[in-house]
């Protein structure tokens, strides 16, 4: 089975903190992307990476960074957390045609 | 820029009975894909269904099936026989086709109760 693993279920910080998200997958894919799932708003792209090193912004990506440094791991990166980035934050990987999903990280900014 | 749009945030069904939960999208492309993506409680999402846009066909995977109506941009997704194991937030998605590295756009999601 394919699969997708995230660093931690639940992490709670405090506001100006420095967080650090990983996934890792075991795929071998090219494509590494990060959302953020809110109620009402679905899920929302926030960066993407399609290569080692490369990356991408998606749609909502203010206030996040990413790193890439090796294929199978992809690092979401807060630099300075606010209240606002409370949220469930989902990795995948995958091809073009079928996004395979990490099982989330809650994160609480307090 | 593309929208997916789900417009009910929830639905119920009782089991063994149909339950069809209703998306549709804006785009201009001609190329395109679309996805539902189930997403049970404190569980992984999960791919449900595939539909190409060049596909005339609708898609059916076991009691999954589409209706997909290209003109109207509308991306129903039709369950059959429902089981408890149903239960779940369902997001419907969207990715263009051709290079865009498989990036997809997602509606809110509907959350599904199935009753016994």
């Known amino acids: 089975d394919v699969k997708v693993t995230q660093s931690s279920r639940y992490l709670v910080k405090r506001t100006g903190e420095k967080v650090f998200l990983e996934c890792v997958q075991d795929?071998?894919?090219?494509?590494m992307f990060w959302y953020r799932q809110d109620p009402g708003l679905g899920l929302r792209l926030i960066y993407f990476?399609?290569?080692?090193?490369?990356?991408e912004k998606g749609d909502i990506p203010e206030g996040y960074s990413v790193s890439r440094e090796k294929k199978e791991r992809f690092s979401l990166i807060l630099e300075s957390a606010s209240t606002n980035q409370t949220s469930m934050y989902l990795c995948?990987?995958?091809?073009?045609?079928?996004?395979?999903f990490g099982p989330g990280t809650r994160l609480t900014v307090l | 820029a593309q929208t997916v749009t789900q417009s009910q945030p929830e639905m119920s069904v009782q089991e063994a009975e149909t339950v069809t939960l209703s998306c549709t999208y804006d785009?201009?492309?001609?190329?395109?894909?679309l996805f539902w993506y189930k997403q049970p409680p404190s569980r992984q999402m999960i791919l449900v269904i595939r539909q190409e846009a060049y596909k005339q066909q609708n898609a059916t995977e076991n009691r999954f099936s589409v209706n997909f109506q290209k003109a109207a941009k509308s991306f129903s997704l039709k369950i059959s026989d429902s089981q408890l194991g149903d239960a779940a937030m369902y997001f419907c998605?969207?990715?263009?086709?051709?290079?865009?590295?498989?990036?997809?756009?997602f509606g809110q999601g509907t959350i599904l109760t199935v009753h016994p």
């Open positions: 995948a990987g995958g091809r073009y045609n079928e996004q395979f």
């Open positions: 785009t201009s492309e001609s190329d395109y894909y």
């Open positions: 990476s399609y290569d080692v090193k490369m990356k």
């Open positions: 795929m071998d894919h090219e494509n």
């Open positions: 998605a969207y990715r263009i086709g051709g290079t865009s590295y498989g990036k997809l756009t």
